[in-house]
């Protein structure tokens, strides 16, 4: 036993001394555990001691992944409770409690999910990583009063650190506020309860992030205070200002976690139903040594309902750092899209412009960066982004639409090549990965098929192609009407938005707003290409790309064509069924609906075509024939 224990250690030890930069460790903490309720007490913990990497490594990035699923056997959880994750205890089991929040989440309205319901989260917390070091107990909290009989969440909880130097060396954490506060008690106002707190900087200390996780709760009834109003937090530093906001979430309609069993469209106060609370971040660079004051204010409010307790629950901290690492620094912290995490569901997958979040992680301010991405090993493209960005500020950059898909699932890979004209000064964070798959494949000529509800007034779809431009758009509906459009669209890449202005979709339990339907259909058939739930909250997006992909006559059946082979390197060679009666075109179309290629096809004489591709990069294709009565295509691909 003690033999084994040490050679544990000794493997341990082995393993991150050998660690280099750029190096992955993963520490799970929470492996499939059952949570459920505790009616009795309202909460429940799930405690769990995680071997963290040894004091003394550093890391550059440090994330979490949580995923949420049905017990095997039970039904998932019915309501929206809140769930915490704390760093409990270091330095073992004799340690003081941290009592440290890391993160909260709420579960979303789980009622109707079956066994093969899975979410899953990504949330960075490069800012607390320092902390994560040797063995530290991690709690999972769930908290709530629903029946822990045949309902609860299974749930994973993993650590993933990036090896290397972090932007900033960390130099400790002070709480600032912590717990739950009353609000709009007149009695003891929420801003008599937040009292200043003073921070003493260590010498060391030069660059400080204050950290704030705040949700509202309960909701009297005018303002349905705290958890459905939206009002103003003002945090001060030494009695200037540093943020100034409404504490409100206004995209709980666009949550990933959708439909649910519940009121889950509603916007709320810093938070949604099904989603992680994200934490809003205040950076500046305070004098080392000083003593400073930091000071919360909320927009004032009393509550006239005596059956409601609104309250806030706030936990806020103030972060050390000390000196920024790096100047230059441009770093990529996220690919949105293309990636299969289930977080970015409703902008994926695609077919047009990938998406990054870039962030500066050094002092000179960012105003250029070219990247280079493309499906993995495949051909690239480049893209040059121009702004501003000052440390520790991020942005999205959509990149070109001008990716070679050269296979309908696989890894896209984006990297950095120049930050302000001149070398990145660290190459760490400089190329990520994602996984993709293809989107829905549609016919040229198809049918949107629509149906209103009684709030017809709440709705207007349209279709934007590739490159941004709306191509088709439909608004002003009468209630409780099918309108189908057929349209076509030539080959190419599309991306069709159904809004909803009343971000409730077009079928919801929680209004008395009906039933209505969106469907793509086959032209001239009844038959869909594919429905969508009309739960969809605030818009339902659908990226596709569009092909003919179906014979428009007769002909068709006899002049069918083979293309090899399939994968193409130099040629490519089209072969017909029977020669061609009439004179047509070949043309070689991109995914994004470029014309790469065209050739003219005399009629008779054509039954066999050879056409050197050596000059196309590698990429998804499609070689379309249309002659006056003709038309075909076949999706090819051609790979070095
Ligand atoms: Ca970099
Ligand atoms: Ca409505
Ligand atoms: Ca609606």
């Known amino acids: 036993m003690k033999l084994n224990l040490l050679l544990s250690c000794f493997l341990l030890s082995a393993i991150i001394s050998f660690a280099a930069p750029g190096d992955t460790i993963r520490v799970k903490t929470h492996d499939n555990v059952f949570i459920e309720t505790n009616p009795s007490q309202g909460f429940t913990a799930y405690p769990s001691w995680g071997v963290f990497p040894a004091q003394g490594s550093n890391f550059h990035k440090a994330w979490f992944n949580l995923t949420f699923q049905c017990p095997t056997g039970e039904n998932c959880g019915e309501w929206d409770y809140l769930n915490y994750i704390y760093i409990r205890r270091k330095d073992g089991v004799q340690g003081q409690s941290m009592d440290l929040e890391l993160s909260r989440y709420i579960t979303p309205y789980g009622n109707s999910y079956t066994s093969t319901w899975k979410a899953s989260y990504k949330l960075d917390v490069s800012d607390m990583e320092a902390l994560l070091r040797d063995s530290v107990e991690i709690e999972y909290r769930h908290t709530g009063y629903e029946t822990n009989v045949g309902k609860g969440w299974k749930i994973n909880l993993e650590f993933v650190f990036i090896e290397g130097t972090p932007s900033r060396p960390f130099r400790g954490i002070n709480q600032l506020w912590n717990g739950q506060f009353s609000y709009g008690n007149a009695a003891s106002p929420?801003?008599?309860?937040?009292?200043?707190?003073?921070?003493?900087?260590?010498?060391?200390?030069?660059?400080?992030?204050?950290?704030?996780?705040?949700?509202?709760?309960?909701?009297?009834?005018?303002?349905?205070?705290?958890?459905?109003?939206?009002?103003?937090?003002?945090?001060?530093?030494?009695?200037?200002?540093?943020?100034?906001?409404?504490?409100?979430?206004?995209?709980?309609?666009?949550?990933?976690?959708?439909?649910?069993?519940?009121?889950?469209?509603?916007?709320?106060?810093?938070?949604?139903?099904?989603?992680?609370?994200?934490?809003?971040?205040?950076?500046?660079?305070?004098?080392?040594?000083?003593?400073?004051?930091?000071?919360?204010?909320?927009?004032?409010?009393?509550?006239?309902?005596?059956?409601?307790?609104?309250?806030?629950?706030?936990?806020?901290?103030?972060?050390?750092?000390?000196?920024?690492?790096?100047?230059?620094?441009?770093?990529?912290?996220?690919?949105?899209?293309?990636?299969?995490?289930?977080?970015?569901?409703?902008?994926?997958?695609?077919?047009?412009?990938?998406?990054?979040?870039?962030?500066?992680?050094?002092?000179?301010?960012?105003?250029?960066?070219?990247f280079s991405y493309g499906v993995k090993d495949g051909p690239t493209s480049e893209y040059t982004w121009s702004g501003n960005l000052a440390f520790l500020a991020s942005t999205l950059v959509d990149l070109a639409a001008n990716v070679n898909w050269i296979t309908s699932t696989g890894k896209f890979e984006v990297t950095i090549m120049e930050v302000n004209g001149s070398a990145d000064g660290y190459a760490l964070n400089n190329t990520m990965l994602s996984d993709f798959i293809a989107p829905l494949l549609v016919p040229e000529t198809f049918v949107v098929s629509f149906k209103s509800n009684n709030a017809p007034q709440e709705n207007a779809w349209y279709i934007e192609d590739a490159a941004g431009n709306v191509v088709e758009n439909r608004s002003g509906f009468d209630p409780l009407t099918v309108y189908s459009d057929t349209l076509t669209l030539p080959t190419g890449c599309y991306t069709f938005v159904l809004q909803d202005f009343d971000k409730d979709g077009i079928s919801w339990w929680a209004n008395n707003d009906g039933t209505g339907f969106i469907r793509f259909r086959k032209a001239n058939a009844s038959t869909n290409i594919k429905s969508w739930g009309g739960d969809f909250g605030t818009e339902l997006r659908v990226n596709f790309t569009t092909a003919i992909i179906l014979g428009i006559s007769e002909t068709a059946e006899t002049n069918a064509l083979e293309i090899f082979p399939n994968p193409a390197q130099e040629l490519v060679n089209v072969q017909f069924s029977a020669p061609l009666k009439e004179k047509g075109t070949l043309q070689i179309i991109s995914i994004t609906g470029q014309n790469i290629y065209q050739q003219e096809l005399t009629a008779l004489s054509s039954e066999f075509v050879s056409v050197n591709v050596s000059e196309i990069p590698s990429g998804i294709y499609f070689l379309s024939i249309k002659t006056a009565t003709f038309s075909s295509q076949k999706r090819f691909l051609i790979v070095r």
């Open 190 to 370: 929420i801003n008599e309860q937040l009292t200043p707190k003073n921070i003493a900087f260590s010498p060391i200390t030069s660059s400080a992030t204050l950290h704030i996780v705040q949700t509202g709760h309960a909701a009297d009834n005018v303002q349905y205070c705290a958890e459905f109003c939206p009002k103003k937090r003002t945090l001060y530093r030494n009695d200037t200002v540093i943020s100034d906001k409404d504490v409100w979430r206004d995209d709980c309609g666009l949550n990933p976690v959708y439909p649910q069993a519940g009121t889950w469209v509603y916007d709320r106060t810093g938070w949604c139903p099904g989603d992680l609370v994200f934490p809003d971040k205040i950076n500046f660079n305070p004098t080392p040594g000083t003593t400073e004051e930091f000071k919360m204010e909320m927009e004032a409010f009393t509550n006239t309902d005596a059956t409601q307790a609104p309250n806030y629950v706030i936990e806020a901290y103030l972060i050390e750092f000390g000196s920024p690492s790096r100047q230059l620094d441009a770093s990529i912290e996220e690919i949105l899209k293309p990636n299969t995490d289930f977080q970015y569901n409703r902008m994926n997958p695609i077919c047009g412009a990938p998406q990054i979040k870039l962030m500066n992680k050094g002092t000179t301010n960012l105003t250029s960066v070219k």
